[in-house]
C-alpha cells in the first residue's frame, strides 16, 4: 500500500521546537524529491522545504530559513523536519510530498500525506 504518514506535530510555546517525522510505505524515498509543505486556516497550501533525491540539497522558504531543517534517512524510508524558534506564523496542517523537482509548487508532487497540526501559541 503507497502511503505517507506524517507525525511529531503538536502544541508548542513560541520559540519551541518540534520535529516531525514523515514515513514512507509502498515507496522507495531514494528516487524522490521529498518537500514539505503547510496550510494554515484560509490560507493557501505553502511550500516550507525540500530536499532533493540526487545530492541532498535543499531548499528552504525565506519564512523559514535558519529555523527549519529538512532531512532525509533513505535506508528508513523516512524524511524529517526539524522546526525549531517557532513563531506563531508557523501555526498549519503540515504536509510531506514527493515529487520530481525540488521545488514549492504543488504540482510538483504526486503524492501527499494526510498531515500533521501544529500549533504555536502560548
Known amino acids: 500500500q503507497l502511503q505517507l504518514v506524517e507525525s511529531g506535530g503538536g502544541l508548542v510555546q513560541p520559540g519551541g521546537s518540534l520535529r516531525l517525522s514523515c514515513a514512507a510505505s509502498g515507496y522507495t524515498l531514494d528516487n524522490y524529491v521529498i518537500g514539505w509543505f503547510r496550510q494554515a486556516p484560509g490560507k493557501e497550501r505553502e511550500g516550507v522545504s525540500c530536499?532533493?533525491?540526487?545530492?541532498?540539497?535543499?531548499n528552504y522558504a525565506d519564512s523559514v530559513k535558519g529555523r527549519f531543517t529538512i532531512s532525509r534517512d533513505n535506508a528508513k524510508n523516512m524524511a524529517y523536519l526539524q522546526m525549531n524558534r517557532l513563531k506563531p506564523e508557523d501555526t498549519a496542517l503540515y504536509y510531506c510530498?514527493?515529487?520530481?523537482?525540488?521545488?514549492?509548487?504543488?504540482?510538483?508532487?504526486?503524492?501527499w500525506g494526510q498531515g500533521t497540526q501544529v500549533t504555536v501559541s502560548s
Open positions: 530536499i532533493s533525491d540526487s545530492d541532498g540539497s535543499t
Open positions: 510530498a514527493l515529487g520530481g523537482r525540488c521545488a514549492f509548487r504543488t504540482d510538483e508532487y504526486g503524492a
